[in-house]
T-cell receptor, first 108, second 114 residues
Framework: GENVEQHPSTLSVQEGDSAVIKCTYS??????FPWYKQELGKGPQLIID?????GEKKDQRIAVTLNKTAKHFSLHITETQPEDSAVYFC???????FGTGTSLTVIP | DTAVSQTPKYLVTQMGNDKSIKCEQN?????MYWYKQDSKKFLKIMFS???????INETVPNRFSPKSPDKAHLNLHINSLELGDSAVYFC?????????????FGPGTRLTVT
């Protein structure tokens, strides 16, 4: 089946610094690459997504980059704030698999 | 207005019991899902229903049976509960196929089997 690897599993940054989370996938038919944020005690919520005809997408402090040739995509959060602390999931694949999650902690 | 709702939020029960979790979405979406999130936070899709038809059924024990009375509801019934069933179960919905559209998740149901 689809293999979606996500790194790192945990990430701590100082407030104001940038955070980068990377995912690799194996299904070359993948065309949709979302990122979800899950806060404690809540369900995941989409924060940004990208489709395969685009290499980069930005929404304020959040950006996603996609390299279809290398089969990896990354989430970039700039000027991190304490409220960015959460678990982040990538997803990919025709059958749609989530990555293993990254627990981000932003230290005030 | 709640987009995707689940009941109950918490469910504590003993091994061998049968239980159900209910899910409703008011977004008018055609596709609904059930996910299991274990203690390590791994999110795994269990079932997907599109207009009341099952379109994904991952390797889930047949003790788990989804039921969709209409496209706004997708309930999950679990027979003969086991300790390993303890997890958080999320319902979700989307406008179209899972590999192309944003999913909207419910708040989750924390199931504890003792």
């Amino acid at each position: 089946g689809e293999n979606v690897e996500q790194h790192p599993s945990t990430l701590s940054v100082q407030e104001g610094d940038s955070a980068v989370i990377k995912c690799t996938y194996s299904d070359s038919a993948s065309n949709y690459f979302p990122w979800y944020k899950q806060e404690l005690g809540k369900g995941p919520q989409l924060i940004i997504d990208i489709r395969s005809n685009v290499g980069e997408k930005k929404d304020q402090r959040i950006a996603v980059t996609l390299n279809k040739t290398a089969k990896h995509f990354s989430l970039h959060i700039t000027e991190t704030q304490p409220e960015d602390s959460a678990v982040y999931f990538c997803a990919a694949g025709n059958q749609f698999y989530f990555g293993t999650g990254t627990s981000l902690t932003v230290i005030p | 207005d709640t987009a995707v709702s689940q009941t109950p939020k918490y469910l504590v029960t003993q091994m061998g019991n049968d239980k159900s979790i209910k899910c409703e979405q008011n977004l008018g979406h055609d596709t609904m899902y059930w996910y299991k999130q274990d203690s390590k936070k791994f999110l795994k899709i269990m079932f997907s229903y599109n207009n009341k038809e099952l379109i994904i059924n991952e390797t889930v024990p047949n003790r788990f049976s989804p039921k969709s009375p209409d496209k706004a509801h997708l309930n999950l019934h679990i027979n003969s509960l086991e300790l390993g069933d303890s997890a958080v179960y999320f319902c979700a919905s989307s406008q179209g196929p899972v590999n192309s559209y944003e999913q909207y998740f419910g708040p989750g149901t924390r199931l504890t089997v003792t």
